[in-house]
């Protein structure tokens, strides 16, 4: 197991009602029935890099994007639902925890 998905799973399931699944073979994250977080270690498609996608309250993905392409990219499947990408090569882990709390909360 990888830092990269112990850290996320930490941050995660320390949220009240998360349960984990597994989707694509790789960890979800669910509050209800509403996925808010999915950790890619070892890459998903084009992006051959450790990251994970989260849900993001309306207007944020752009937000993101624009002041960090480097970290932030619109994920393929969910980005249209606003979802965001996040680079997790060297991650902040303070951002990671604030991007997962704020992805729970948009599924609230």
């Not at 009602?17 to 977080?37: D, I, N, Q, Y």
């Not at 309306?58 to 993101?64: N, P, R, T």
């Not at 392409?69 to 249209?80: E, Q």
Request: aromatic share 10%.
């Amino acid at each position: 197991m990888t830092e990269v998905v112990t850290r996320v799973r930490a941050m995660c399931l320390a949220l009240p009602g998360v349960t984990e699944h597994v989707s694509h073979g790789t960890p979800l994250f669910k509050r209800a029935r509403k996925a808010f977080v999915q950790v890619w270690p070892d890459g998903h498609h084009q992006n051959r890099f450790p990251h994970l996608w989260c849900a993001a309250p309306e207007g944020v993905q752009e937000l993101l994007i624009a002041e960090d392409p480097r970290v932030y990219f619109r994920p393929p499947y969910v980005g249209h639902r606003g979802w965001v990408g996040m680079d997790l090569t060297d991650p902040d882990w303070e951002d990671v925890e604030e991007r997962i709390d704020a992805a729970y909360g948009a599924t609230g």
